[in-house]
């Protein structure tokens, strides 16, 4: 699957997309910075609350090509602006994260 194939999930939006033909075969849904770190697969997308700056960080440390930010976040600018540097394509859904887990899920075929 790749990044692109995001943009076309009904209710996930894209704020900003690095790479679209960036590929990955997973997803790690977390909000404690240091799990997703030590848990999440590389080039797996990331699902999470956490709407800051310090979520590209950990993303790039774990060579990850989306991050989908949940329940109707709003990413700032400075967040933004890190995606961009680091290469990071970056999605919000008004969803939670279990239905926007689930809504990837299926689309990898899990």
């Known amino acids: 699957m790749t990044v ?7 209710g996930i939006e ?3 997309l690095a790479d679209g033909n960036q590929e990955f075969s ?15 697969e590389e080039e797996s997308i990331l699902i999470t609350v ?3 700056k310090n ?3 950990v993303a790039s440390l ?8 949940c329940n109707g976040r709003d990413c700032p600018l400075d967040m933004i602006e ?20 689930c ?8």
């Open 4 to 10: 692109n194939d995001l943009a076309k999930i009904e």
């Open 14 to 16: 894209t704020i900003f």
């Open 26 to 40: 997973t997803a790690y849904t977390g909000d404690l910075l240091s799990d997703v770190m030590g848990n999440a």
């Open 50 to 52: 956490q709407a800051h």
């Open 55 to 57: 979520t590209i960080a």
């Open 62 to 69: 774990s060579s990850m090509p989306a991050i989908i930010t």
């Open 82 to 101: 890190a995606a961009k540097k680091e290469n990071i394509s970056l999605f919000t859904s008004a969803f939670s994260q279990f239905k926007v887990s």
């Open 103 to 110: 809504l990837v899920a299926k689309v990898l075929g899990c």
